[in-house]
């Protein structure tokens, strides 16, 4: 009985350490990536003629924590960037259809 108490408490502890390390500090590498990303994202939105003014901010922002070295706050901004970015190219494009539906009958 004590061998299998002993048992689950071994794998409890090994899949805590296992979630443990997917909770690590953001790299710079990290951010580039996540930065690079958003920036790809929001040049597609400009050539759709769809940027919102918001995802701009965000990516100032990540450029900004990134410069005092704050990586978390850095990744979590230029992903915050690139999501922006992506809904306004859902916007563009669901729009571009949309009006024809409304307007043309």
């Known amino acids: 009985m004590k061998k299998i108490v002993l048992k689950k408490i071994v794998l409890a502890m090994m899949v805590l350490a296992v979630g443990a390390g997917s909770a690590r ?23 759709l003629r769809n940027q919102w003014t918001v995802t701009q901010a965000a ?14 706050q850095a990744l979590k901004s230029a992903q915050e960037a690139e999501a922006l970015a992506k809904a306004s190219i ?5 729009e571009k259809q949309r009006w024809k539906d409304v307007e043309i009958r």
């Open 59 to 72: 990516l100032t922002a990540a450029k900004k924590a990134a410069d005092t070295g704050n990586f978390d």
């Open 90 to 94: 859902v916007q563009a494009t669901s």
């Open 25 to 47: 500090a953001a790299s710079e590498a990290d951010y580039l990536a996540a930065f690079a990303a958003a920036e790809s994202a929001n040049k597609e939105a400009r050539r």
